[in-house]
Structure formats: structure tokens, C-alpha cells
């Protein structure tokens, strides 16, 4: 299969090129930072690029939290104008298989369960809860304790920042050219990915990546609010290989399907900081109650469909997947 890799030099993106010349197919590389002209908003750009390619793999996106509201512009462009021209482009060529790139962050909360009122949908934290260390949500209802759950695709969306608005947006556009142009649509909705190749820290990075700079400074990993926010850490190949699986696939046409992607094994952000600094062999992490508004206390996924559909399965663990990332290179900016 030639597939074209959107992103193919990014962090997840070249790890999916790896994967799928493993697999003997035929990825070729469309991303901006190898080739200033291989951007997904141009619009002729992306028609030559797709001669000959039976299938896409969407990784380009501007990623993270961002420095404020003042990338939104960007992230729109990058993310959904991008993918809108590249979907047009697709169906101008007859290309009719896209394995797009998701996110957790569609979320919002994850899921918690009050013991008096079952499942409850927690809003945005207030800022005078956040400094007051009050980090947990508590039920809408009666304001009691909650428990966290993991979160199925079936879950009710609630992007909380430009970024997962922008994730968001790109899986309805991706549903809509399935139904418009009789495609096949897959989102695989990541969970945090950490892995060899990660970028260095900056606003647009992610948690593990914060750490794991600090550490090569010499310095201890600054943990946010109290370390008890739980996430799922997934290892990058294994991220690459449900994109793998997710292109081999015989997909429903007309239609996206959404596969959480996460390892199945939550981690709070505490017990990552150790098990990196401990990896390292650095100074042991330091909680600092800071918090960044637009962050969700608690996201963990259930990752069953995509074992279950697809036959997909994690094969790298915690300890072992952050001892490799402790000695891994990272990416500079
Ligand atoms: N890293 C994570 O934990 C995570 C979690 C959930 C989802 N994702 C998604 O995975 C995908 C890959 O993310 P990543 O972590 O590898 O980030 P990354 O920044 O390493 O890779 C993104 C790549 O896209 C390219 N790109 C950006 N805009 C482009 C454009 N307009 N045209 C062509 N190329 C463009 C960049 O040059 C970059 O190489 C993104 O869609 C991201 O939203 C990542
Ligand atoms: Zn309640």
C-alpha cells in the first residue's frame, strides 16, 4: 500500500513511516518541515502528492496547549484548514482510506462517577478552586467527592482549548467527506505518547516531555497541581503500529469510526516524574501546585474497541517504555 504521511516527520509521524516500511508498504512523507512546500493547506501541493496513493495517514497538526489564545488562528489553519483541503484534495483524487491522527483532548473530563448521582459530566475548574489546591472536581450536583473512570468513544465530546476544538473539528470533517465521497474514515484518538523522538520542551509539547528535559538540564521535574492527575502514557510504537493496523484494516465506508488509543494502564503525572527521574538517575520530582487552566484533572481511556476491532495490543509497559524514554534522544525545536 503507498500511503501518504501527512506530519511523516514528526514525532508519531516518523515513527508511523518506520512502521509501515516494516510492514512492507510504501509511505512517502508530506510535512512541512522536511519540504517548506509540502503543507497540507496547498491545496495543489497535496493533489500531486497523492498520485498513486492508495491511502492517507493524517499526522500534521499543530499540537499542545499552545502560549494562549493568541495561536488560535494557527491551530485552526494548521489543523482544520489544513485537513479541509486535504480531504477536498482526496476526493478530487479518488483516494478513499484516511487514518487521521485524534486525541483524548475531544474528551474535555474524562469520566467520574458520584456515588449519590452515578455518571456526572464535571464543568471547567474554577480558578479560585485551582488556587486554592482544590484540584479535583467535584460532582455538579451535590459537590461530593468523585471517582474516575475511563473513558469510552462513545463518551459525550467537550473540547476544553483551542487545540481539542481544533481535534474535534477535524474528525467531523473527516466524517463528512466519508459520507460525501463514500470514504472510509478512522480516527484514532491518542492518549499522551511519549516515546524516542520526542520534541524538547515548549509550549507545544507534552508532560512527559516536560520531565524529561528537565532532567537532561540537571534540573528536578516540576509536577503540576498535586501529581495525582491521572493520564494513560502510551508508547509511541505502539501508536504507530495502531495506525498500522488501523490502514490494513477493512474500514465501513461512509462513516467514521473513533478508536481510543491509550495503553490501558493509567499513571498519574507523579508516578511518571519518578519512574523517569528514578530511570535517569536525576533529582527526584518536585510537586509544585501550579496548574494551567484549559488542563483536565483526570483522562484515561478504554482502549478495548481497538484491541477488540482491530486485534491491536500495547507492547510496551510503563517501566519499561520510561526507562527506554530516560536514555531516549529527543527532537530539538
Ligand atoms: N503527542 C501526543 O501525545 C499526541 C496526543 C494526541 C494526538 N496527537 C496528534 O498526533 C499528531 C502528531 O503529533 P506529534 O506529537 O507527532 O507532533 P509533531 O509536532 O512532532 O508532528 C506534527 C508534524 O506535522 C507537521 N505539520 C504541522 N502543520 C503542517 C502543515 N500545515 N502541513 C504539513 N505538515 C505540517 C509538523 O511539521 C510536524 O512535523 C497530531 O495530529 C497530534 O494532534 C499527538
Ligand atoms: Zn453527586
Not at 520531565?211 to 521535574?221: M, Y
Not at 509544585?288 to 484515561?300: C, K, M, P, Q
Not at 482491530?310 to 507492547?315: H, I, N
Request: aromatic share 6%; glycine share 14%; net charge negative.
Amino acid at each position: 500500500m503507498r500511503v501518504l504521511v501527512t506530519g511523516g516527520a514528526g514525532f508519531i509521524g516518523s515513527h508511523v513511516v518506520e512502521a509501515l516500511a516494516a510492514r512492507g508498504h510504501e509511505p512517502v512523507v508530506f510535512d512541512v518541515r522536511e519540504d517548506p512546500g509540502a503543507d497540507v493547506r496547498d491545496a495543489e501541493a497535496v493533489g500531486r502528492a497523492l498520485a498513486g496513493v492508495d491511502a492517507v495517514c493524517h499526522q500534521a497538526a499543530m499540537v499542545g496547549l499552545g502560549s494562549g489564545f493568541a495561536d488560535a488562528a494557527g491551530y485552526v489553519s494548521h489543523n482544520d484548514l489544513g485537513t479541509a483541503v486535504l480531504l477536498a484534495a482526496m476526493a478530487e483524487a479518488g483516494v478513499g482510506r484516511l487514518v487521521l491522527a485524534g486525541s483524548m483532548v475531544v474528551y474535555g473530563e474524562g469520566r467520574y462517577e458520584c456515588p449519590r448521582h452515578g455518571v456526572v459530566r464535571p464543568g471547567p475548574r474554577a480558578v479560585a478552586d485551582l488556587d486554592a489546591g482544590r484540584f479535583e472536581p467535584p460532582c455538579p450536583v451535590c459537590g461530593a467527592d468523585l471517582a474516575p473512570g475511563l473513558v469510552g468513544e462513545d463518551a459525550p465530546v467537550d473540547p476544553r482549548n483551542v487545540y481539542a476544538t481544533t481535534k474535534l473539528a477535524q474528525e467531523h470533517l473527516a466524517a463528512a467527506w466519508a459520507r460525501c465521497a463514500g470514504g472510509s474514515a478512522v480516527a484514532l484518538r491518542y492518549h499522551n505518547v511519549y516515546g524516542p523522538g520526542m520534541p524538547r520542551d515548549t509550549p507545544y509539547a507534552g508532560v512527559a516531555s516536560f520531565f524529561r528535559s528537565a532532567l537532561a538540564r540537571g534540573e528536578a521535574p516540576r509536577v503540576f497541581e498535586d501529581g495525582r492527575q491521572r493520564r494513560d502514557f502510551v508508547h509511541v510504537r505502539d501508536v504507530a503500529a495502531a495506525n498500522v493496523v488501523a490502514l490494513e484494516a477493512e474500514a465501513a465506508p461512509g462513516v467514521l469510526t473513533a478508536y481510543n488509543t491509550g495503553s490501558g494502564d493509567p499513571h498519574t503525572v507523579g508516578e511518571m516524574a519518578r519512574a523517569l527521574a528514578a530511570a535517569y538517575g536525576g533529582p527526584r520530582p518536585v510537586v509544585t501546585g501550579e496548574y494551567r487552566l484549559g488542563d483536565v484533572r483526570h483522562i484515561t481511556a478504554d482502549s478495548s474497541r481497538l484491541r477488540d476491532g482491530l486485534g491491536w495490543k500495547p507492547e510496551v509497559g510503563f517501566a519499561e517504555g520510561m526507562a527506554e524514554f530516560a536514555r531516549a534522544g529527543m527532537r530539538g525545536a
